[in-house]
């Protein structure tokens, strides 16, 4: 009976430990995402595109749209490996799925502006729109990824106890 109660405890340790690296990983990706978009100004560049779009006197042209070049690299590599896992993060899990999808609606967006407008040019107005549109929500997926980020590191702090809320989760 001790040796199962100790195999018990072992496992329980385990999951809890792996869980733990999960968020650890979880959030060193969103960090590095969250960095990224700050260092190259993605919000204050959608803002000029939108001032320089605001300002024209004609139909926007094919190049008249805001493109980030596109990362041919899975940049949600993490997040990939490891979807099946995330509801072992228990109360962190939803702002963690929410934020890597809408970072990732932001990325299908701003590939489909360039897209659809070099197929079929948009109108002033909708361009615009368009813009201000990935605009807005890419600045309240920053601020949830924020939250994410912090609910994480609050999850990586956790301690392993038998019967504490986390290990009951796992």
């Known amino acids: ?21 999960l968020a650890a990983s979880l959030r060193a990706e969103l960090e590095s995402m969250l960095a990224l978009v700050k260092r190259r100004d ?9 001032t320089y779009l605001t300002s024209l006197t004609r139909q926007p042209g094919p190049d008249d749209f805001y493109d980030t070049g596109g990362d041919s690299q899975n940049a949600y590599a993490v997040f990939d490996a490891n979807c099946g896992k995330v509801g072992l993060l228990g109360d962190a899990a939803a702002s963690v799925v929410s934020a890597y999808m ?11 502006i360039r897209e659809r407008h070099r197929r079929q040019p948009y109108n002033l107005e909708k361009i615009v729109s368009v813009h201000q549109d990935v605009r807005t929500f890419l600045s309240d997926t920053i601020a949830r990824a924020d939250t994410a980020v912090t609910n994480l590191r609050e999850f990586e702090s956790r301690r392993f106890g038998w019967c504490s809320k986390t290990s009951l989760q796992l």
């Open 1 to 21: 009976m001790l040796g199962g109660l100790v195999n018990a405890a072992v496992g329980r340790y385990a999951v809890f430990k792996e869980t733990q690296a």
């Open 102 to 112: 809408r970072l990732k609606a932001v990325d299908g967006d701003l590939v489909f």
């Open 42 to 50: 993605h919000l204050e560049n959608l803002q000029r595109t939108i």
